[in-house]
């Protein structure tokens, strides 16, 4: 087992931003995931994305540009978690729509016992 230090609080204080950069530079290798050729070339072009997206360019609109210019297809998923996980882009927040009508779950049971009923009997018939 291995022995475990004790250590005080200033100690603690003093190494943390140091455990702070090792941790992040851990994150950013574990997202980047060396072997991706994606992920490496998104990552040279990191500054003009990052950029982009602070004009409210759409990752669609990226896409394609990456596309047109480098003739190096990327999904737009791609670019989204590169832009989320790398960049620290934060996701957009869905909006909750509320004007749009829903039909309740009262509403779905009674539909589905009344279509259920109403096909039964029309197999009955024949």
Not at 44 to 59: F, Q, R, W
Not at 82 to 99: I, M, P, Y
């Amino acid at each position: 087992m291995a022995k475990v230090t004790q250590l005080t609080k200033e100690e603690i204080e003093a190494k943390k931003d140091e455990f702070k950069a090792k941790v992040s530079e851990s994150k950013k290798n574990a997202l980047l995931g060396r072997s991706s050729p994606a992920k490496d070339f998104l990552n040279e072009i990191s500054d003009i994305v990052k950029d982009a997206l602070k004009y409210n360019v759409s990752y669609k609109q990226i896409a394609k540009d990456i596309f047109d210019t480098y003739k190096f297809k990327i999904s737009e998923q791609t670019l989204r978690a590169f832009a989320q996980n790398v960049l620290g882009v934060e996701k957009q927040k869905r909006s909750k729509n509320t004007t749009k009508a829903t039909a309740s779950v009262e509403d779905k049971v009674l539909y589905n016992e009344n279509t259920s009923g109403r096909i039964n009997a029309d197999i009955n018939e024949l």
